[in-house]
């Protein structure tokens, strides 16, 4: 650069320094761009979690409301025996 005629060199380091200036704003918005990228990542770990609790609650209830399910039928079937009983008790 020392041979260039001095008219020529300081345009030349505005160059420079406009480029050092934007190669640190590149990097800069990399730094960023990673940051959001992993605070993506966890937020994604996060919902993969929230979504399979709630495939294991979904199921869990599934399998609660079968039983009550079944509890209810056999409570509408010992009314219903119960019933009958009275019915013959009340006719002897």
């Known amino acids: ?4 005629p001095p ?14 200036e934007l190669a640190e704003q590149v990097r800069q918005t990399a730094d960023r761009v ?16 929230h979504l399979a609790r709630g495939r294991q609650l979904s199921k869990s209830g599934q399998v609660e409301a079968h039983h009550v ?7 509408l079937d010992n009314a219903r025996e119960a ?3 009275l019915l013959g ?3 002897t």
Not at 1 to 4: A, H, K, P, R, T
Not at 69 to 75: K, Y
């Open 7 to 20: 008219d020529r060199r300081f345009p030349l380091a505005r160059v420079l320094r406009k480029v050092r």
């Open 69 to 75: 399910q079944g509890s209810i039928g056999r409570s």
């Open 89 to 91: 008790k009340s006719e």
């Open 1 to 4: 650069m020392s041979g260039l």
């Open 34 to 49: 990673h940051q959001e990228a992993a605070e993506a990542h966890r937020l994604t770990e996060i919902a993969r979690d």
């Open 83 to 85: 019933g009958r009983r």
